[in-house]
């Protein structure tokens, strides 16, 4: 059982940066691969980014590369999302999730567990 509480979301002002953080806890994190998606009102679950615990590599999506880096800090059992220059559309409940497979994956069904997620909101 792994337990993930995502903090850092808030209102921001487009243009601005945030970084969200997710603290795991019921198992060694250096064995988690994470994963960050989004969920805006009335739509489904979007992928955003995920980390290996392999050898840290990552993939983004499309609508984020380049404006927003994952990272994880083992020795913390925490993984963060940095964004930037955040725009209205990345208005979205935000959650983090764990697989522990170090294989990367996009889709939201092959990760195990999900925090509660944490709103961001980005005025215009």
């Known amino acids: 059982q792994v337990q993930l509480v995502e903090s850092g979301g808030g209102l921001v002002q487009a243009g601005s940066s945030l970084r969200l953080s997710c603290a795991a806890s019921?198992?060694?994190?250096?064995?988690?691969?994470m994963g960050w998606f989004r969920q805006a009102p009335g739509q489904g679950r979007e992928f955003v980014a995920a980390?290996?615990?392999?050898?840290?590599?990552?993939i983004y999506a499309d609508s984020l590369l380049g404006r927003s880096t994952i990272s994880r800090d083992n020795a913390k059992s925490t993984v963060y999302l940095q964004m930037n220059s955040m725009k209205s559309e990345d208005t979205a409940v935000y959650y983090c999730?764990?697989?522990?497979?170090?294989?990367?994956?996009?889709?939201?069904?092959?990760?195990?567990?999900w925090g509660q997620g944490t709103q961001v909101t980005v005025s215009s």
């Open positions: 980390i290996t615990w392999r050898d840290g590599s990552a």
């Open positions: 999730a764990s697989r522990s497979s170090p294989i990367l994956t996009r889709n939201s069904a092959n990760y195990d567990y």
């Open positions: 019921g198992r060694t994190f250096s064995t988690l691969t």
